[in-house]
């Protein structure tokens, strides 16, 4: 399930999706402001009938929201993954990562699906950095060596 506000700049398009898994089975919801969007994310949680909940927030998350989404998260068995903007995190949120797009300047291919990610929260561990990209034909993301420089 993919929850966004209605009124947001830039939105994740549906159709991004489609090397992992078919378009037509995400549940796209468009919601007039935040509290909503945390409203229905709280419920698709809590529910247990599906299994990841991406939300898409503009604005910071408060502490008691964040905790809510986590509680909801753990009740139901479900992930939760909130795309938010630099600097907005929770306190509440067990991981934060910064994931960015990664170029090899040595090659002519501009490969979109090498990326950069970092762990740079972590409540119950160390934190780390890592080169990863997306395997069409195991449909996994597998671990690389850095770009050269």
């Not at 119950?124 to 950095?129: E, K, P």
Request: hydrophobic share 40%.
């Amino acid at each position: 399930m993919l929850l966004r506000e209605g009124r947001g700049i830039s939105q994740v398009n549906p159709n991004g999706f489609a090397d992992f898994l078919d378009p037509a089975r995400l549940t796209l919801c468009n919601s007039h402001d935040q509290a909503e969007t945390l409203a229905l994310a709280e419920e698709a949680l809590r529910s247990g009938a599906v299994s990841l909940v991406v939300m898409q927030i503009n604005r910071p998350l408060s502490l008691t929201a964040g905790r809510r989404l986590q509680l909801a998260a753990r009740d139901g068995n479900s992930i939760g993954l909130a795309i938010i903007p630099e600097g907005m995190g929770s306190n509440a949120a067990e991981t934060r990562w910064r994931c960015t797009p990664t170029f090899d300047p040595n090659t002519q291919v501009h490969d979109s699906t090498l990326q950069h990610w970092e762990l740079i929260k972590n409540k119950s561990g160390t934190l780390g950095a890592w080169y990863v990209q997306w395997d069409r034909a195991s449909r996994r993301v597998i671990m690389v060596s850095p770009p050269r420089k």
